[in-house]
């Protein structure tokens, strides 16, 4: 076998490893989408965690601190809108996801050093602050408590799954949201407030 024979043999043999690398990558990157009708939304009373209830699903996940910040009575009144972005989720249940909270342009004085303490910027047109989410998703099929919380509209969130091939999904635990004897909900023994009234009531929009 000549020299440059050999040389195409090994040039195809690499750009054939290539492309076999690239198609295993994509077998093994496949996600399938399902969209989740959104049922209410909470946080726990200590602020640890925020809870998302959804028509198949409940969402816990850690709450950030500028979330919480969001939520005092002195950012209530300037909290604009909250824009959660596309989620995914693994074989293990734990979902991952992106939310922009935004506050109106004009703060007062103290508003403004309380938002500039949670990590929100001045963009010109108001302030924003994008925050990662991480937590777990569990199965909301035997969940007995109300139904939805009063939306003025419907809410819908698009969760990508894992469903590469030779992954085994792990059955999705039941929630862990619970009815008390009163009819108020709680995560464990900690009793949840909903949140709505911040991240929608005072919005012009919420952008799933």
């Known amino acids: 076998m000549n020299l440059n024979r050999r040389h195409m043999l090994a040039g195809a043999g690499v750009a054939m490893l290539g492309l076999s690398g690239c198609i295993t990558s994509r077998m093994y990157e496949r996600r399938s989408e399902y969209t989740e009708t959104i049922r209410g939304f909470f946080m726990t009373r200590d602020g640890d ?54 506050l109106k342009k004009d703060l007062s004085d103290e508003q403004r050093a309380l938002a500039k303490a949670a990590g929100f910027e001045d963009g010109g047109r108001g302030w ?27 809410y819908t969130v698009t969760v990508r799954e894992d469903a590469s091939p030779g992954v085994t999904a792990l059955k999705v635990a039941a929630t862990p949201v619970t ?18 009234l911040v991240v929608m009531a005072n919005s012009r929009g919420f952008g799933f």
Do not use: C
């Open 49 to 102: 965690s925020l809870v998302i209830l959804g028509q198949r699903y409940h969402y816990v996940f850690a709450a950030p601190p500028a979330l919480a910040e969001a939520l005092k009575p002195a950012l209530h009144s300037v909290a604009e809108n909250a824009d959660f972005w596309t989620f995914d989720v693994d074989h293990n249940n734990v979902i991952k996801g992106t939310v922009v909270l935004r």
């Open 128 to 154: 924003s602050k994008r925050i990662e989410l991480k937590g777990t998703r569990y199965s909301a099929e035997r969940f007995a408590g109300p139904t939805s919380q009063k939306f003025n509209q419907d």
């Open 179 to 196: 009815v008390l004897a009163d009819g108020a909900l709680a995560l464990g023994a900690v009793v949840l407030l909903p949140v709505f």
